[in-house]
Protein backbone atom coordinates (compact mmCIF):
# COMPACT_ATOMS: atom_id res chain seq x y z
CA UNK A 1 0.00 0.00 0.00
CA UNK A 2 1.16 3.66 -1.03
CA UNK A 3 -0.92 6.23 -0.77
CA UNK A 4 -2.43 5.07 3.13
CA UNK A 5 -1.38 4.81 6.33
CA UNK A 6 -2.42 3.22 9.26
CA UNK A 7 -2.99 6.10 12.14
CA UNK A 8 -0.36 3.61 14.48
CA UNK A 9 2.52 3.96 11.50
CA UNK A 10 2.31 7.63 11.43
CA UNK A 11 4.05 10.08 13.91
CA UNK A 12 5.15 13.99 14.09
CA UNK A 13 7.97 13.65 11.36
CA UNK A 14 4.66 13.42 8.95
CA UNK A 15 2.95 16.41 9.04
CA UNK A 16 3.88 16.67 4.85
CA UNK A 17 2.31 13.24 4.26
CA UNK A 18 -0.21 12.72 6.61
CA UNK A 19 -1.52 16.33 7.97
CA UNK A 20 -0.76 18.16 11.04
CA UNK A 21 -4.23 16.19 12.81
CA UNK A 22 -3.24 13.01 11.84
CA UNK A 23 -0.02 13.30 12.63
CA UNK A 24 -0.33 14.73 16.28
CA UNK A 25 -2.94 12.01 16.83
CA UNK A 26 -0.50 9.00 15.39
CA UNK A 27 2.02 10.18 18.12
CA UNK A 28 -0.16 10.15 21.07
CA UNK A 29 -1.74 7.36 19.69
CA UNK A 30 1.85 5.39 20.17
CA UNK A 31 1.91 7.12 23.66
CA UNK A 32 -1.25 5.77 24.98
CA UNK A 33 -3.92 7.79 24.58
CA UNK A 34 -7.43 6.54 23.58
CA UNK A 35 -7.85 7.56 20.03
CA UNK A 36 -10.12 5.78 17.86
CA UNK A 37 -8.33 3.67 15.44
CA UNK A 38 -7.81 4.87 11.75
CA UNK A 39 -6.35 5.75 8.34
CA UNK A 40 -5.06 8.86 6.49
CA UNK A 41 -5.34 8.83 2.83
CA UNK A 42 -2.17 10.65 2.23
CA UNK A 43 -1.43 13.46 0.15
CA UNK A 44 0.21 12.24 -2.34
CA UNK A 45 -3.04 10.04 -2.53
CA UNK A 46 -5.13 13.16 -2.79
CA UNK A 47 -2.50 14.50 -5.39
CA UNK A 48 -2.83 11.39 -7.27
CA UNK A 49 -7.01 11.17 -7.07
CA UNK A 50 -6.84 15.38 -7.99
CA UNK A 51 -4.19 14.25 -11.10
CA UNK A 52 -6.92 14.38 -14.06
CA UNK A 53 -8.21 17.71 -12.43
CA UNK A 54 -5.47 19.70 -11.52
CA UNK A 55 -5.64 21.92 -14.61
CA UNK A 56 -9.33 22.64 -14.76
CA UNK A 57 -8.86 23.56 -11.05
CA UNK A 58 -5.95 25.50 -11.68
CA UNK A 59 -7.62 27.84 -14.67
CA UNK A 60 -10.95 28.21 -12.69
CA UNK A 61 -8.71 29.34 -9.34
CA UNK A 62 -6.40 31.71 -11.61
CA UNK A 63 -9.23 33.64 -12.41
CA UNK A 64 -11.16 33.95 -9.03
CA UNK A 65 -11.74 37.69 -8.34
CA UNK A 66 -10.93 37.94 -4.77
CA UNK A 67 -13.30 41.16 -4.42
CA UNK A 68 -16.03 38.92 -5.95
CA UNK A 69 -17.64 37.27 -2.93
CA UNK A 70 -20.34 35.68 -5.86
CA UNK A 71 -17.76 34.87 -8.17
CA UNK A 72 -15.58 32.99 -5.45
CA UNK A 73 -19.01 31.46 -4.42
CA UNK A 74 -19.56 30.38 -8.53
CA UNK A 75 -15.82 29.19 -8.91
CA UNK A 76 -16.09 27.48 -5.31
CA UNK A 77 -19.03 25.35 -7.19
CA UNK A 78 -17.38 24.87 -10.07
CA UNK A 79 -14.41 22.92 -8.66
CA UNK A 80 -16.20 20.92 -6.39
CA UNK A 81 -18.71 20.08 -8.48
CA UNK A 82 -15.82 19.02 -10.22
CA UNK A 83 -14.38 16.75 -7.46
CA UNK A 84 -17.84 15.43 -6.64
CA UNK A 85 -18.44 14.17 -10.30
CA UNK A 86 -14.66 12.53 -10.68
CA UNK A 87 -13.98 9.47 -11.04
CA UNK A 88 -11.76 7.81 -8.06
CA UNK A 89 -8.75 5.70 -9.15
CA UNK A 90 -9.27 1.68 -9.21
CA UNK A 91 -5.68 1.63 -7.45
CA UNK A 92 -6.52 4.02 -4.56
CA UNK A 93 -10.34 3.47 -4.22
CA UNK A 94 -9.09 -0.69 -3.64
CA UNK A 95 -6.64 0.71 -1.25
CA UNK A 96 -9.21 2.67 0.89
CA UNK A 97 -11.48 0.01 0.99
CA UNK A 98 -8.90 -2.70 2.15
CA UNK A 99 -8.13 -0.39 4.79
CA UNK A 100 -11.45 0.18 6.02
CA UNK A 101 -11.93 -3.63 5.82
CA UNK A 102 -9.23 -3.71 8.53
CA UNK A 103 -11.30 -0.96 10.62
CA UNK A 104 -13.42 -4.01 11.45
CA UNK A 105 -15.81 -0.85 12.32
CA UNK A 106 -19.51 -0.84 10.16
CA UNK A 107 -19.08 3.22 10.62
CA UNK A 108 -16.69 5.76 10.45
CA UNK A 109 -16.07 9.55 10.67
CA UNK A 110 -14.12 11.24 7.47
CA UNK A 111 -12.19 14.26 8.30
CA UNK A 112 -10.02 16.77 6.78
CA UNK A 113 -6.39 17.14 8.16
CA UNK A 114 -3.74 19.89 6.74
CA UNK A 115 -0.11 20.62 6.50
CA UNK A 116 -0.36 23.42 8.63
CA UNK A 117 1.61 23.07 12.23
CA UNK A 118 -0.29 22.27 15.04
CA UNK A 119 -0.47 26.69 15.73
CA UNK A 120 -1.38 26.99 12.00
CA UNK A 121 -4.37 28.28 10.51
CA UNK A 122 -7.02 25.86 11.34
CA UNK A 123 -9.95 25.91 13.60
CA UNK A 124 -13.45 23.67 14.36
CA UNK A 125 -15.39 23.22 11.12
CA UNK A 126 -12.98 25.11 8.92
CA UNK A 127 -13.64 21.86 6.59
CA UNK A 128 -16.42 19.18 6.39
CA UNK A 129 -16.50 16.17 8.50
CA UNK A 130 -18.44 13.48 7.76
CA UNK A 131 -19.74 10.72 10.48
CA UNK A 132 -21.39 7.61 10.54
CA UNK A 133 -20.00 6.61 6.78
CA UNK A 134 -20.65 3.17 5.83
CA UNK A 135 -18.63 0.93 3.16
CA UNK A 136 -20.72 1.54 0.59
CA UNK A 137 -20.71 5.80 1.10
CA UNK A 138 -16.83 6.26 2.22
CA UNK A 139 -15.64 7.16 -1.42
CA UNK A 140 -18.11 9.06 -2.03
CA UNK A 141 -17.74 11.11 1.22
CA UNK A 142 -14.00 11.39 1.11
CA UNK A 143 -14.64 13.37 -2.26
CA UNK A 144 -16.98 15.23 -0.23
CA UNK A 145 -14.40 16.26 2.59
CA UNK A 146 -12.01 16.64 -0.55
CA UNK A 147 -14.28 19.13 -2.32
CA UNK A 148 -14.96 21.20 0.71
CA UNK A 149 -10.89 22.03 0.87
CA UNK A 150 -12.11 24.23 -2.12
CA UNK A 151 -14.90 26.11 -0.10
CA UNK A 152 -15.30 30.12 -0.64
CA UNK A 153 -13.75 30.47 2.41
CA UNK A 154 -11.20 28.15 2.43
CA UNK A 155 -9.95 29.28 -1.21
CA UNK A 156 -10.41 33.33 -0.40
CA UNK A 157 -8.19 32.50 2.44
CA UNK A 158 -5.21 30.43 1.05
CA UNK A 159 -5.17 32.50 -2.01
CA UNK A 160 -4.88 36.21 0.25
CA UNK A 161 -2.73 34.00 2.59
CA UNK A 162 -0.29 32.29 -0.01
CA UNK A 163 -0.92 29.34 2.20
CA UNK A 164 0.86 26.56 0.41
CA UNK A 165 -0.82 24.18 3.43
CA UNK A 166 -1.69 20.73 1.59
CA UNK A 167 -4.88 18.30 2.31
CA UNK A 168 -4.65 14.94 3.66
CA UNK A 169 -8.03 12.84 4.78
CA UNK A 170 -8.50 10.62 7.86
CA UNK A 171 -10.77 7.63 8.43
CA UNK A 172 -11.40 6.48 11.79
CA UNK A 173 -13.96 4.10 13.84
CA UNK A 174 -16.64 5.93 14.85
CA UNK A 175 -17.66 7.08 18.68
CA UNK A 176 -21.02 7.29 19.19
CA UNK A 177 -20.71 9.50 22.38
CA UNK A 178 -22.97 10.08 25.17
CA UNK A 179 -21.46 12.92 26.37
CA UNK A 180 -18.62 15.65 24.08
CA UNK A 181 -16.81 18.78 24.27
CA UNK A 182 -14.13 20.63 23.95
CA UNK A 183 -11.20 21.66 26.52
CA UNK A 184 -7.98 24.46 26.48
CA UNK A 185 -5.40 24.03 28.28
CA UNK A 186 -5.56 27.79 29.56
CA UNK A 187 -9.07 29.57 30.23
CA UNK A 188 -10.25 31.24 27.07
CA UNK A 189 -11.22 34.62 28.11
CA UNK A 190 -8.87 35.54 31.32
CA UNK A 191 -5.86 33.70 29.34
CA UNK A 192 -4.93 32.53 33.08
CA UNK A 193 -2.80 29.53 31.79
CA UNK A 194 -3.04 27.74 35.68
CA UNK A 195 -6.65 26.64 34.64
CA UNK A 196 -8.21 24.37 32.52
CA UNK A 197 -11.23 25.40 30.80
CA UNK A 198 -14.26 22.53 29.64
CA UNK A 199 -17.09 22.72 27.61
CA UNK A 200 -19.43 19.52 27.05
CA UNK A 201 -22.88 18.72 26.15
CA UNK A 202 -24.74 15.50 25.91
CA UNK A 203 -24.68 13.51 22.40
CA UNK A 204 -22.20 14.04 19.95
CA UNK A 205 -19.64 17.17 20.00
CA UNK A 206 -20.78 18.97 16.65
CA UNK A 207 -23.27 20.25 19.02
CA UNK A 208 -20.68 22.17 20.52
CA UNK A 209 -18.00 23.10 17.42
CA UNK A 210 -21.14 24.19 15.48
CA UNK A 211 -22.27 26.09 18.43
CA UNK A 212 -25.92 24.80 18.61
CA UNK A 213 -25.72 24.62 21.92
CA UNK A 214 -24.87 26.91 24.97
CA UNK A 215 -22.67 24.25 26.74
CA UNK A 216 -21.60 23.27 29.97
CA UNK A 217 -18.76 24.87 31.56
CA UNK A 218 -15.89 23.36 33.86
CA UNK A 219 -12.87 25.53 35.10
CA UNK A 220 -10.12 22.83 36.88
CA UNK A 221 -7.43 23.97 38.55
CA UNK A 222 -4.01 22.45 36.86
CA UNK A 223 -1.63 22.48 40.68
CA UNK A 224 -4.68 21.25 42.74
CA UNK A 225 -6.37 18.81 39.82
CA UNK A 226 -9.78 19.74 41.04
CA UNK A 227 -13.11 21.29 40.47
CA UNK A 228 -12.93 25.40 40.63
CA UNK A 229 -16.33 26.38 39.47
CA UNK A 230 -19.28 25.23 36.97
CA UNK A 231 -22.44 26.95 35.12
CA UNK A 232 -24.57 24.23 33.78
CA UNK A 233 -26.58 25.36 31.22
CA UNK A 234 -30.39 24.51 29.90
CA UNK A 235 -29.13 22.42 26.94
CA UNK A 236 -32.30 21.87 24.58
CA UNK A 237 -31.35 19.33 22.23
CA UNK A 238 -28.36 16.84 21.57
CA UNK A 239 -27.24 15.65 18.48
CA UNK A 240 -27.56 11.71 17.83
CA UNK A 241 -27.41 9.17 14.44
CA UNK A 242 -30.65 8.24 13.51
CA UNK A 243 -29.77 4.21 12.43
CA UNK A 244 -33.37 3.65 11.12
CA UNK A 245 -33.35 6.93 9.11
CA UNK A 246 -29.78 6.96 8.73
CA UNK A 247 -28.84 11.07 9.48
CA UNK A 248 -27.96 12.55 12.66
CA UNK A 249 -30.56 14.74 13.82
CA UNK A 250 -31.32 16.80 16.88
CA UNK A 251 -33.55 15.68 19.63
CA UNK A 252 -35.18 17.85 22.93
CA UNK A 253 -33.72 16.89 25.70
CA UNK A 254 -35.86 16.06 28.81
CA UNK A 255 -32.93 16.68 30.88
CA UNK A 256 -31.99 19.86 29.78
CA UNK A 257 -30.69 21.28 32.89
CA UNK A 258 -29.03 18.47 34.20
CA UNK A 259 -25.01 18.04 34.36
CA UNK A 260 -23.37 16.66 31.44
CA UNK A 261 -20.52 15.78 33.06
CA UNK A 262 -19.46 14.28 36.67
CA UNK A 263 -16.43 15.70 38.32
CA UNK A 264 -14.45 12.64 37.83
CA UNK A 265 -14.90 12.74 33.98
CA UNK A 266 -14.39 16.85 34.34
CA UNK A 267 -11.13 16.05 36.36
CA UNK A 268 -10.27 12.82 33.68
CA UNK A 269 -10.81 15.41 30.68
CA UNK A 270 -8.63 17.88 32.46
CA UNK A 271 -5.80 15.03 33.01
CA UNK A 272 -5.63 14.67 29.71
CA UNK A 273 -5.65 18.43 28.59
CA UNK A 274 -2.76 19.15 30.82
CA UNK A 275 -0.75 15.56 29.70
CA UNK A 276 -0.87 16.55 26.26
CA UNK A 277 -0.14 20.35 27.01
CA UNK A 278 2.84 18.75 28.73
CA UNK A 279 3.88 16.91 25.89
CA UNK A 280 3.93 19.24 23.15
CA UNK A 281 4.79 22.27 25.93
CA UNK A 282 2.89 24.61 24.55
CA UNK A 283 -1.16 25.70 25.29
CA UNK A 284 -3.19 23.54 23.40
CA UNK A 285 -7.19 23.08 22.44
CA UNK A 286 -8.70 19.58 22.20
CA UNK A 287 -12.02 18.16 21.19
CA UNK A 288 -12.77 14.71 23.13
CA UNK A 289 -15.72 12.76 23.85
CA UNK A 290 -17.11 9.51 26.07
CA UNK A 291 -18.48 6.70 24.98
CA UNK A 292 -19.81 4.37 27.84
CA UNK A 293 -17.27 5.07 30.44
CA UNK A 294 -14.74 5.35 27.64
CA UNK A 295 -12.43 8.92 27.12
CA UNK A 296 -11.46 9.14 23.66
CA UNK A 297 -9.14 11.97 22.28
CA UNK A 298 -10.48 13.48 18.26
CA UNK A 299 -8.29 16.30 18.00
CA UNK A 300 -5.94 18.19 18.98
CA UNK A 301 -4.97 21.96 17.95
CA UNK A 302 -2.58 24.64 19.24
CA UNK A 303 -3.95 28.65 20.30
CA UNK A 304 -2.62 30.49 17.64
CA UNK A 305 -3.23 34.42 19.70
CA UNK A 306 -1.48 32.85 22.77
CA UNK A 307 1.61 31.69 20.74
CA UNK A 308 2.31 33.62 17.39
CA UNK A 309 5.69 32.88 16.96
CA UNK A 310 4.17 29.11 16.15
Do not use: C
Request: a negative charge; aromatic letters at 8%.
Amino acid sequence: MSYTYSLDEVNLNMISVVGRKSAYLGELYKIGFDIPKGFVISTLGISEILKDLRQDIGSILSSVDLNNTADIEKKSNAIRSLILNSSMPDEIEKEILERFEALNSMYVAVRATVTSPLSGSSYAGEYETDLFVTKDSLIKSIKRVLASYYSPRAIAYRLLSHDNSEIAILVQTMINPNVAGTAFSLHPVTEEPDYVFIESAFGLGESVTKGLVTPDQYVVSKSKRSLVSKRISSKSIKLIYDYEEKRIKPIELQEATLESLKEKDVIRVANMTIAIEDIFKRSINIEWAIEGNKLYLLEVRGIRRIYPEF
